[in-house]
Structures are given as C-alpha cells and as structure tokens.
C-alpha cells in the first residue's frame, strides 16, 4: 500500500525537488516571468484582425440578425376595475369556470373518499 504524505511543506514532485537543486547548484538558470510585458503581449490577441475594420460588425450584425420577422411589440390597454363591486368578481370567476363548484366537501365526504382509496370518486 502506498503511504500518505501528510506534511504540509513536503508535497514537490521529484521533478520540482529536481530543478530547485540544479538551480541552486547554479547548473540550471530559472526562468523570469515579467506578468506585465506578458500582460501586454496578450492585448494584440485580444482582437480578431477582422474585428480591427468595419467588417466585423457587419459580420457580427450579419450572424445575430433574427431568421423571421419579429412583430413589434403592442400596448393593449386594460383598465382595472376600481367598483369594488363583488358582483364584477363573481362574473369574471364564471367566466374562467363557468360550471361553478361541485358542491361542499364535508369531514364526511373526505373520509369516504379517504376509504375508497381515491379522492373524488
């Protein structure tokens, strides 16, 4: 079975432990890394070429442009009802439902349905 290294400041790889004593030895020159040049190498990558003239927003217009027409959008005016009147409510449930309620479900009714294993049959 393999062993677990648990100690924190023991975790290099061969190769890592490797370069560091070759460096050390002065056989080996580390590399420098200066993150701001890279940083400003990376910039020119940035851009597509084609993006740099006016053909790439007609490329890019050209390739988001809708396949069908799209309608415009129209405001339909609805104006809420202030009455207040009960009735009003009463009309418009109907109109969404216009069988109305099946009738009272009573304690009773429930635990008939509850015994015949189904609810509203």
Do not use: C, H, W
């Not at 290099?12 to 890279?38: M, R």
């Not at 409510?89 to 189904?118: C, W």
């Amino acid at each position: 079975m393999s062993q677990i290294n648990t100690e924190p400041n023991n975790t290099e790889s061969f190769d890592a432990q490797q370069i560091t004593e070759s460096a050390e030895a002065g056989e080996q020159k580390l590399p420098t890394v200066d993150v701001s040049a890279d940083y400003e190498a990376s910039k020119e990558f940035s851009v597509s070429d084609i993006d740099r003239t006016g053909a790439g927003a007609q490329a890019a217009a050209a390739a988001t442009a809708p396949k069908f027409p799209i309608p415009a959008a129209k405001d339909i005016a609805k104006p809420a009802d202030t009455s207040g009147n009960p009735s009003d409510f009463r009309s418009m449930a109907q109109e969404i439902k216009p069988t109305g309620t099946r009738g009272e479900v009573t304690d009773d009714l429930m635990q008939k349905a509850i015994d015949r294993g189904t609810p509203g049959s």
